[in-house]
């Protein structure tokens, strides 16, 4: 049996097009009288609005007041379509109609009135006579105050809100663009503040003794306003003739909170928007009034570039619009000099991580504003390159984005295809903007999650198939184009000033890249220039390649501490790799790759120098896991494999295990300077590197002194890891402090033995210094019983004797950091169970040898520290330094680790770690202690990352401490912050070792 053919009811009808409750749309439309219920022109007009439920609650709640609302729709069909136009989008402008349903003869006027006209309006609004030159609002003295305000600011909100709901309509009906929508806004605020302004003159007695201007900022004095907006104003004052200046300011102050109380103070009718003063010399801890000469002192001698950068929209709109102008064409004049300032490049990348940190934690996906590829990164990069371009090109001089962005493409400072896209994406997110702010006429930029709200937005911009995903994939499509084109802007025109391309378009001029390429921050722009043409020129593949990866990896070496090394750095290891294929096809498919290589080329000589040695190795900067430091087990048995390879040649073997250990430097600098590893796993992770490779070299040697001796190698022999290497806290540019001890094989002569050992020692020193292009690894063996007089090689017995009769302080101090490395473990071994007695003695150590490695300690503070060193700076021998911690603890060790097993360690912060756990030292000073020796440990290790060569110093020269302090993650800002971060650190850590040390 077929089913019975569905009936559908009015309900369902109205659902289907396009109301979300047909049913309560039924009885609304029932409500409104058989009239409505058969007019399908307003059917059809109600059906076209973005929210048709919306627009119908306003429209019943508006009938219900005024009944004969529905005659005068069917007598004007336009005044119907632009009011349920707005009805649907706005609940606030409907809730404004329906609380004065007078005002809706001002709906049928389709032109927007003249600036002159609106200030006209409102000045009448409040009472006041348009044509004085000073207009005062009439009865408002002695009423008016914020918490009991009078009927001229009613009659303002009233008026004001009567011309928002008359542009509104005209915007709703597309019969004006989003340009002319945001200068109607921004003239209509500009008018509420005149006569805002008037009111505050009929509070202050003596508001005739002052001429004050209001400047208009930001959107308002570009002419760029949204719906609503805090209106940023500055304030300017001068006295008129005969009036103290003090006097006067006084007065005028008093005017400017009367006038940002009057469109702020909440009234029956509600309020007009917040005025915003913040953008004033000093911000909110200035005055709120200055005079003329007081703001251009404070912008010549103090202003900061995001200050410049905010006087770029800086135009008179209320007050004394003579005085407003002779400000503006003062500051100009400031203005378009400011790239020329020092620190300009500083404050730029302090600016931009500004933008990006604003936005409020769980709204970046959602913000259309501060998100990514959000309206900020189209105003900011506009505004950027208006100060970059606009001190040679007056052309640039515009206040409006698009205007100036405009400008910015036929002047060839922008691609006219990124220009077009940008103005494209930019008038999407204000027309949603608009939207957002419209529908309770309240300020935000985020973009709802609820479904009924997407729909709303997508049906008000015309998407009608289906409006959320509509909206939600052209919003994201937008964003996406914008972040890319904005991490692209800056540099891709760079390409067409050096490259020999087709001309379709303006090009950027030499001295115009030039001073783009100087602003980002490049010290030497013409060689940064002449990379960019060898890199991009051509007509080869790696050329088209290269001109794709640039415009975005130029932004990321300008955001790197050193700028113009990473390009340097970048073309030689391009021009290295020549045609390999991967490479460039690595980095234009993985971004990952291509960021982390343009950070490391910008920040690190040392791993520049590493890469170019072996430009193969940018392959691990695929991932983290590529980095992340190999068990000593498996680089063991790939060097014990290498030297296997090289049988033959021990140059070829130790070779071959260099260029392992010049790979693993490489993967622990970039995990080191990517932030996957901290300061002790690096020390940890470069000592069993260096134990490996002494490995390697070892057996080669003992390999060619076997074949030269064509007899069995007659003696053990074991390498004791000294200083830093025996503690695990190597650096990337330490020594190997070593001991070599030996023990003959059973019925071999201990002179036979001893000159096998003392051979395979010095082939061993000798493999790891021959010139090569990987990093040598120096063996010092000065540690050894009587330095560099006694022998490079004893026997273990030998050590025995030597330490029973002759051992100072100082070597039981010494060996405190002694542990087997390398060579045969059990003698090893039995070395470290020979000297346990003498570094962990059972009993401690006496009062004379507490004194004695005390004198020892200042007699080094006094002679070892470099001449011309400064001692608060000084890593190692400074106070507070890593000298100063290690002394600390190895003299707890000395006294107490033969009774506590627990201080039984090379490693310095093991021992601090102990010694607290213990009792023997207070956590707060060890924590003290930590600190400062973690710190001097990452700057000795970042001095010889950014600068390829070792130092125990911070530099005094002002650019060296800026790529250290960037290289430690200090904003371009932070280098003061740095220095002082590390002197009180390490003051702090003097305090307690001379409380400790010298006092305990």
């Known amino acids: 049996m077929n089913a019975a053919p569905r009936i559908q009811t009015t309900a369902g009808r109205l659902a289907a097009l396009g109301f979300a409750d047909g049913a309560r749309a039924e009885r609304l439309l029932d409500e409104l009288g058989p009239e409505a219920v058969g007019d399908f022109a307003l059917l059809d007009d109600l059906v076209r609005a973005a929210d048709p439920d919306l627009a119908l609650t306003t429209l019943s709640r508006l009938v219900e007041r005024d009944p004969s609302v529905l005659g005068a729709f069917r007598a004007d069909p336009d005044l119907r379509r632009r009011l349920l136009g707005v009805f649907g989008l706005s609940a606030a402008l409907g809730e404004h109609v329906v609380r004065h349903p007078e005002c809706l003869p001002a709906t049928r006027w389709t032109q927007w009135p003249a600036t002159g006209e609106l200030r006209e309006e409102m000045l009448l609004a409040v009472g006041a006579d348009p044509d004085d030159a000073e207009p005062v609002a009439a009865g408002v003295t002695g009423g008016t105050t914020a918490t009991e305000p009078g009927p001229a600011m009613d009659a303002l909100r009233v008026a004001y809100r009567g ?31 005149e006569a805002a302004l008037a009111v505050a003159r009929a509070e202050v007695a003596d508001a005739g003794d002052v001429r004050l201007a209001v400047i ?18 500055v304030f300017v004052a001068e006295p008129k003739e005969g009036v103290d200046e003090t006097k006067a300011l006084q007065t005028a102050t008093r005017l400017a909170q009367g006038m940002m109380r009057a469109c702020s103070a909440s009234t029956p009718e509600g309020a007009l928007w917040e005025v915003d003063a913040n953008l004033r010399p000093e911000g909110k801890m200035g005055p709120l009034v200055r005079s003329m000469e007081s703001h251009l002192t404070y912008y010549r001698r103090w202003a900061k570039t995001w200050e410049f950068q905010a006087l770029l929209k800086a135009r008179p709109v209320a007050g004394d619009l003579e005085l407003g102008q002779q400000y503006v064409a003062a500051v100009n004049e400031l203005v378009w000099q400011a790239a020329a300032r020092p620190k300009f490049v500083e404050d730029v990348q302090s600016m931009r991580r500004r933008v990006e940190a604003h936005v ?36 640039l001089r515009r206040r409006a ?10 002047g060839g400072y922008v691609g006219r295809d990124d220009a077009k896209s940008l103005a494209e994406a930019y008038t999407f997110l204000r027309q949603v903007e608009h939207m957002l702010q419209l529908h309770r006429l309240r300020r935000t930029h985020v973009v709802p999650s609820d479904t009924a709200d997407l729909r709303r937005l997508g049906r008000g911009l015309g998407m009608t198939t289906d409006p959320v995903g509509e909206f939600t994939t052209t919003w994201r499509r937008h964003a996406l184009e914008v972040r890319r084109l904005h991490e692209k802007l800056f540099y891709r025109p760079l390409l067409q000033a050096v490259a020999r391309l087709p001309e379709t378009e303006a090009r950027l001029s030499t001295a115009a890249a030039t001073a783009r390429l100087e602003a980002l921050g490049y010290a030497d722009p013409e060689g940064a220039l002449r990379h960019i043409a060898a890199l991009t020129s051509g007509v080869s593949r790696r050329a088209a390649i290269q001109r794709t990866l640039l415009p975005v990896m130029l932004g990321w070496f300008a955001d790197a501490p050193d700028p ?21 096809r690595l980095l234009r498919d993985e971004t990952a790759v291509a960021e982390r290589l343009a950070h490391l080329l910008g920040t690190s000589r040392y791993v520049t120098g590493l890469l170019l040695h072996a430009p193969e190795a940018v392959a691990m900067l695929g991932s983290p896991a590529e980095l992340a430091v190999r068990p000593a087990a498996t680089l063991a048995a790939e060097a014990a494999a290498a030297v296997g390879r090289h049988a033959g040649s021990a140059e070829n073997a130790v070779a071959a295990v260099r260029a392992l250990r010049r790979r693993e430097l490489l993967r622990t600098a970039c995990a080191d300077l990517s932030g996957l590893i901290d300061i002790e796993e690096v020390g940890q992770a470069l000592s069993s590197l260096n134990d490996v490779t002494i490995q390697a070299a070892l057996d080669t040697a003992i390999n060619k002194v076997t074949l030269e001796r064509r007899a069995a190698f007659p003696t053990r022999i074991a390498v004791i890891a000294m200083g830093r290497l025996g503690g695990l806290e190597s650096s990337y540019a330490s020594d190997a402090d070593v001991m070599f001890v030996h023990a003959p094989l059973p019925g071999v002569a201990e002179r ?39 022998p490079l090689v004893r026997t273990i017995a030998s050590y025995r004797a030597y330490y029973d009769r002759w051992a100072s302080h100082w070597e039981a101090q010494a060996l405190l950091r002694a542990r087997f490395c390398a060579g045969d473990a059990e003698l090893g071994h039995e070395f470290v169970v020979l000297v346990d007695p003498l570094r962990y003695p059972a009993e401690g150590i006496s009062a004379d040898a507490v004194r004695e490695i005390r004198k020892l300690k200042a007699r080094m503070e006094a002679e070892r520290l470099p001449r011309g060193a400064d001692p608060a700076l000084h890593t190692k021998l400074g106070r507070g330094g890593l000298s100063d911690v290690e002394w600390v603890a190895q003299l707890i060790q000395l006294r107490h680790a033969g009774a506590v097993p627990a201080l039984r360690t090379t490693r310095t912060l ?25 710190f001097a440990s990452r700057i000795r290790d970042a001095l010889m990352l950014v600068r390829g060569r070792a130092a125990d110093s911070i530099p005094t020269p002002v650019k060296e401490r800026v790529l250290l302090a960037r290289a430690l993650g200090y904003p371009p800002e932070g280098t003061e912050d740095f220095i002082e971060d590390y002197r009180r650190a390490t003051r702090r850590a003097r305090t307690v070792v001379e409380r400790v040390f010298y006092e305990g």
């Open 216 to 233: 208009g900022m930001g959107k308002c004095g570009a002419r760029e306003l949204n719906y609503i907006s805090d209106v940023d104003v």
């Open 401 to 410: 984005t698009l205007s100036a962005l405009a400008a910015l493409s036929r």
């Open 752 to 790: 036979d033995a001893t000159d096998a050992a003392h051979a395979v020692a010095e082939e061993t020193r000798r493999l790891l210094a021959l010139p090569a292009p990987d990093p040598p690894l120096q063996i010092d063996a000065s540690l050894r019983p009587e330095g560099r007089q006694g």
């Open 910 to 934: 093991d021992a601090l770690r102990a010694a607290a756990g213990e009792g023997l030292l207070d956590p707060a000073d060890e924590a003290v202690l930590a600190e400062a020796w973690l």
């Open 564 to 584: 113009d090394a990473g390009l340097l750095g970048f073309r030689q290891v391009s021009e290295k790799l020549g045609t390999t294929p991967w490479y460039l």
């Open 360 to 395: 409020p934690a769980g709204e970046a996906d959602r913000q259309i504003k501060l998100g990514p590829g959000g309206l900020r990164d189209i105003e900011f990069a506009v505004q950027l390159l208006q100060l970059v371009h606009g001190r040679s090109d007056p052309l």
């Open 163 to 193: 011309r928002l709901l008359h542009l509104a309509t005209r915007d709703v009906t597309g019969e004006c663009t989003l340009a002319e929508v945001a200068a109607a806004l921004a003239d209509l605020a500009s008018a509420a503040l």
